[in-house]
């Protein structure tokens, strides 16, 4: 078969020889409504280990919005350097579909299972994964669908099998879709490093709360018997962080310390200290006491860390998974090293904390947090709401093979 419609299913594990898919080029790196264009390519062979899955519907994450700006990291050139040909990136890292082949080792799954695929992706060979390591520690390592080519953006992606966790039978397929990478990385935010893991009373700093990472923070750190206190920038997210496990909720635009600490012999260092304090009593007040946070979750990065290095508790934890608003930041050093706080970096995450976190998802204990399901031909345009922060609350999906929403659930 050469090639088949969106929807069309050809006896499982029949392949056509190409497909459909959202891809991104050099020539058109930009803004991601421009950058992400729908195009027939080949479906790609598999290895040993490898999964073929029939997409039925995908996430949408931040870091397809930093493939189509080619920016920190031009993803394609970087391929291109380890001896990959391809000249385009077919994205996408989050998804929900039917297992339609299998490579010759894979044991664990078969074709015509219903699975979600988690995007930790690594060399089966890599000495480090041999010895039992956490593989998301390994030189080898990489997100799938942003540093793999042939993601969730295609008709037929191909992934390894261990990413593939079985799809929860409540949810839809665009539900199953879009939770898994924010769910996941979230959960080895939280619970990946001990001691500095969520405890029942814990309060727990949760930035962009109402966004795809802050979302499943909030109910993550809520099913472990945390107190999250989630941070908005408009009052309409309010509610939707409450709903979703939040104690309190602090509108960041009522403060406007943001960005580098001043240097502490100048004057503006004393109204960005007040400006710090003035945040970190905005806490307690959330919390209803006068207790900090023991574990601060962040991403925005440049923009808040210094807040976050102040706010967090003596002995507690700032976990970082991204610099969204830039890369240099600074830290009251004074702080850390005195009240003995930890800057703990955090990166995606293993099969383990996949598997638990999908775990919750399955037991009702953590919603996917559907915000709006787009089509497949809408697939750039998601990216450019995301890119603008004028996207809904919670995480996106777009539908791939399934036809229509609310299919899949039983
Ligand atoms: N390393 C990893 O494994 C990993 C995994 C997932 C995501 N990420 C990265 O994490 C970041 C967030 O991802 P996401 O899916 O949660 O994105 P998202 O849904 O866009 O949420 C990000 C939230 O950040 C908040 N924000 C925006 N500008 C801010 C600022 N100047 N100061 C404070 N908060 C600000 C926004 O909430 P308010 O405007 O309401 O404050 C927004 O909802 C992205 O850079 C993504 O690439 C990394």
């Not at 998804?95 to 078969?110: D, E, L, Q």
């Not at 400006?275 to 919390?287: E, H, L, Q, S, Y």
Request: aromatic share 10%; net charge negative; glycine share 10%.
């Amino acid at each position: 078969m050469e090639i088949c419609a969106l929807g069309e299913r050809p006896p499982v594990g029949e392949v056509p020889e190409k497909m459909h898919a959202f891809t991104v080029r050099q020539d058109r790196f930009g803004e991601p409504k421009d950058a992400w264009k729908r195009e027939v390519i080949p479906t790609p062979a598999i290895a040993p280990d490898d999964v073929l899955i029939y997409v039925m519907a995908t996430g949408i994450n931040y870091n397809n919005v930093w493939a189509a700006l080619g920016q920190p990291v031009d993803v394609i050139a970087d391929r291109q350097k380890r001896g990959e040909p391809e000249e385009f990136h077919a994205g996408g890292s989050d998804c929900s579909g039917i297992v339609w082949a299998v490579g010759g080792k894979v044991t664990h799954v078969k074709p015509g299972d219903e699975v979600v695929v988690h995007s930790g992706w690594w060399e089966p060979d890599d000495p480090w994964v041999l010895s039992g390591r956490d593989p998301m520690l390994a030189e080898s390592t990489r997100i799938w669908g942003y540093q793999t080519n042939y993601g969730s953006y295609c008709q037929f992606a191909r992934a390894q099998s261990h990413q593939c966790q079985p799809k929860p039978k409540h949810l839809t397929w665009e539900a199953a879709a879009c939770y898994l990478l924010c769910a996941s990385t979230a959960y080895r935010m939280l619970m990946g490093w001990p001691p500095n893991v969520v405890e029942p009373g814990d309060v727990v700093l949760v930035w962009g709360a109402a966004g795809g990472l802050g979302s499943m923070a909030l109910q993550i750190a809520k099913a472990h018997g945390g107190r999250p206190v989630a941070v908005i920038s408009d009052e309409g997210k309010r509610q939707f962080c409450l709903d979703h496990g939040a104690v309190g909720a602090i509108n960041r635009n009522d403060f406007d310390h943001w960005g580098s600490m001043p240097d502490i012999d100048s004057p503006d260092y004393g109204t960005w200290a007040k400006g710090a304090r003035g945040f970190g009593k905005a806490i307690w007040d959330a919390v209803g006491e006068r207790v900090s946070p023991r574990i601060v979750f962040e991403h925005p990065g440049e923009a808040t860390l210094p807040t976050s290095g102040f706010a967090c508790a003596t002995g507690g934890m700032i976990v970082i998974c991204a610099g969204t608003t830039g890369f240099n930041v600074t830290l009251d050093l004074r702080y850390h090293w005195m009240r003995q706080k930890r800057f703990q970096g955090s990166h995606l995450s293993n099969d383990e904390q996949a598997a638990a976190v999908n775990q919750l998802v399955a037991e009702g204990k953590v919603d996917p947090c559907l915000s709006q399901t787009f089509s497949f031909d809408e697939i750039g345009d998601a990216h450019q709401l995301m890119h603008e922060n004028r996207h809904p609350y919670g995480n996106m999906a777009c539908l791939v093979n399934a036809t229509e929403t609310g299919q899949g659930a039983s």
